[in-house]
């Protein structure tokens, strides 16, 4: 899946995604054109999974 690809599919699961980590809020899910690495960092402190973890969770959902 590339860039655009998970991009696209996050617009769809972010709801799922805050609901399964409860740390996880809105600010967190949000992320500006060209940001969505700064959004998995953001992510990956929260829930403590590795960037590749938590694509392979989002493409999962």
Known sequence: ???TELE???NQ???KFKQKYG???????TF????FDEMLGRLQEK????????R???EKL
């Not at 740390?23 to 899910?29: F, G, N, S």
């Not at 500006?32 to 940001?35: D, F, T, V």
């Not at 829930?47 to 938590?54: F, Q």
């Open 23 to 29: 740390k996880v809020t809105d600010d967190d899910t």
């Open 1 to 3: 899946m590339n860039q």
């Open 47 to 54: 829930t403590g999974k590795s960037k590749e973890e938590l």
């Open 8 to 10: 696209g599919k996050w």
């Open 13 to 15: 699961v972010k709801g």
């Open 56 to 58: 392979k969770e989002i």
């Open 32 to 35: 500006s054109e060209g940001k």
